[in-house]
């Protein structure tokens, strides 16, 4: 069959509100590929396998970060070494830090599904347009299956999620308003940033020998893209070289940290005495406590072990024209 084939998760919050968005997007679609909705892990195994059974060219996901990590990560154990397709981010999800960090254009599904069949029509003349990106393989300790994705974070980058899922309605603005409620207890040592920032405590190890001592850290975090959300871009480092990772092992107080955030909202490094920074390809995190809560792309995770991330399968982003 080849053509475009679209995943949709219709359990995301924006689709619960919108039932009609498969149906408007299968419309849209029409004879240039199939969209599938994905109401579980299982189906959306049985959509990779399907989708790599006719060979499509690209996969475009509707959805936000949590959509597309998933959804990678479904499709990536399907390919198994196998290159899988091009990845054109539709957007569609409460958080969409991937699609805004690699230069996907604004805009609603529909919209940038559209742009996506016109730029496949075209592509005998003007080739896609693409944007590559390693993601990174988090995998537990006791042989779990591993996750993927271009974020991922302990401490802090946990404990923020975590107090803005609190809301039960996350949008960009309650993102926000979550953000100056952290700062502000920050600067008055109060029960939102003790919430939000609970340290996590453990040691580092990465390749090449380098070792982070054991201590109590705000962050332990990695990226393979230079933002995190709201426009901070942490992960300045990200592209230094090929097949690689920029980590960070923040180990300052909270409100040392929000007093760094313009520097990292300019995509600078925080000053020396504030953290560990390295450009790896593969890190070991050990927690003290034997127990890892962390994010990847958004989503919320617990380990009962230690976390080994390493870089992992490059990606190919398609940024529409």
Do not use: C
């Not at 109401?39 to 059974?53: G, Q």
């Not at 959509?67 to 957007?91: E, K």
């Not at 599904?109 to 003007?126: F, H, M, S, T, V």
């Not at 592209?239 to 909270?254: I, K, T």
């Amino acid at each position: 069959m080849s053509g475009i084939g679209v995943v949709l998760n219709p359990r995301s919050r924006r689709n619960l509100r919108d039932p009609g968005a498969a149906l408007r997007l299968s419309r849209r679609l029409g004879s240039h590929g199939v969209v599938r909705e994905a109401r579980s892990v299982d189906e959306l195994y049985r959509i990779a396998e399907d989708f790599r059974r006719v060979d499509i060219d690209v996969l475009a996901i509707s959805g936000g970060d949590g959509t597309n990590h998933v959804t990678l990560t479904g499709f990536l154990d399907v390919y198994g070494g196998a290159t899988i397709p091009r990845v054109a981010l539709l957007r569609g999800g409460t958080m969409n830090t991937v699609a805004n960090s690699v230069g996907v254009r604004r805009g609603q599904p529909e919209g940038l599904l559209a742009r996506l069949i016109r730029d496949y029509a075209q592509r005998a003349n003007e080739p896609l347009v693409d944007v590559e990106r390693h993601v990174m393989r988090i995998a537990p300790a006791g042989g779990a299956a591993p996750k993927y994705g271009f974020l991922f974070g302990t401490g802090v980058m946990h404990g923020f999620l975590a107090e803005y899922y609190r809301s039960g309605d996350p949008t960009p603005i309650v993102a926000a308003k979550t953000l100056a409620r952290g700062i502000g207890s920050a600067f008055v040592g109060g029960e939102t940033i003790r919430r939000m920032a609970e340290p996590f405590r453990g040691s580092v190890e990465l390749d090449g020998g380098t070792r982070w001592p054991e201590r109590d850290y705000l962050a332990v975090a990695a990226g393979t893209i230079a933002h995190v959300g709201l426009s901070f871009k942490p992960f300045n480092r990200f592209d230094e070289r090929p097949r690689a990772f920029h980590a960070l092992g923040v180990h300052s107080s909270a409100l040392t940290l929000v007093k760094e955030l313009p520097r990292i909202h300019r995509a600078e490094s925080m000053r020396p005495g504030r953290s560990y920074e390295a450009v790896a390809s593969r890190m070991v995190v050990r927690a003290t406590s034997r127990r890892v809560r962390y994010m990847i792309d958004g989503d919320l995770h617990e380990a009962p072990d230690d976390l080994t991330v390493e870089i992992g399968p490059r990606v190919r982003l398609v940024v529409v024209r």
